[in-house]
T-cell receptor, first 113, second 113 residues
Framework: SQQGEEDPQALSIQEGENATMNCSYK?????LQWYRQNSGRGLVHLIL?????REKHSGRLRVTLDTSKKSSSLLITASRAADTASYFC?????????????FGPGTSLSVIP | DGGITQSPKYLFRKEGQNVTLSCEQN?????MYWYRQDPGQGLRLIYY???????QKGDIAEGYSVSREKKESFPLTVTSAQKNPTAFYLC????????????FGSGTRLTVV
């Protein structure tokens, strides 16, 4: 069963605008991670937020986590054309004895110059 | 520079053939993973290994095999038993233990001809 679900599936914005993507999950987690994938490339790790954290920042990225709602959001501020990519959330569950993570289907972001 | 290398970038397989995808890392990571990505979908776990000479099946292991004879290497063989092998294959590695992000290779695109 799929753990993480991103919303929206696709997002198109103008350069300079902010982009917000959401991730919902079903079971309790140890941590939630966000990754970026440029077309035809591997994934790049962006941010990991632990279940006891509510917000983390990295440059123009802001991630929030609401464990009561089982949801997370990724905000990219002042977007650039280079931010065009697919963004995936991934969750690590409480019961895993190893650090396998489960990936959602992703949000495709297009930033128009 | 430390990283994870997948080869080849593109691979073509004839019906009934076995093919092997290479994955090498110099990050000194104990854990390595193989994921399959189909268009518009998230990543699905094929096999993972937490330590040399040990590996476990993931969610879609049928038709695939792996070995982990060296810490740095985790090759994936797509056998003729895999009926729909055309996909993008991603190898990843991480520090063992919950709470670490994954480092991904740049992927191998396998096509059946």
């Amino acid at each position: 069963s799929q753990q993480g679900e991103e919303d929206p599936q696709a997002l198109s914005i103008q350069e300079g605008e902010n982009a917000t993507m959401n991730c919902s999950y079903k079971t309790s987690i140890n941590n939630l991670q966000w990754y970026r994938q440029n077309s035809g490339r591997g994934l790049v790790h962006l941010i990991l937020i632990r279940s006891n954290e509510r917000e983390k920042h990295s440059g123009r990225l802001r991630v929030t986590l609401d464990t009561s709602k089982k949801s997370s959001s990724l905000l990219i501020t002042a977007s650039r054309a280079a931010d065009t990519a697919s963004y995936f959330c991934a969750t690590a569950g409480l019961k895993t004895s190893y650090d396998k993570v489960i990936f959602g289907p992703g949000t495709s972001l297009s930033v128009i110059p | 520079d430390g990283g994870i290398t997948q080869s080849p970038k593109y691979l073509f397989r004839k019906e009934g053939q076995n093919v092997t995808l290479s994955c090498e890392q110099n990050l000194n990571h104990d854990a390595m993973y193989w994921y399959r990505q189909d268009p518009g979908q998230g990543l699905r776990l094929i096999y993972y290994s937490q330590i040399v000479n040990d590996f476990q099946k993931g969610d879609i292991a049928e038709g695939y095999s792996v070995s982990r004879e060296k810490k740095e290497s985790f090759p994936l063989t797509v056998t003729s038993a895999q009926k729909n092998p055309t996909a993008f294959y991603l190898c990843a590695s991480s520090t063992t233990g919950v709470g670490y992000g994954y480092t991904f290779g740049s992927g191998t695109r396998l096509t059946v001809v």
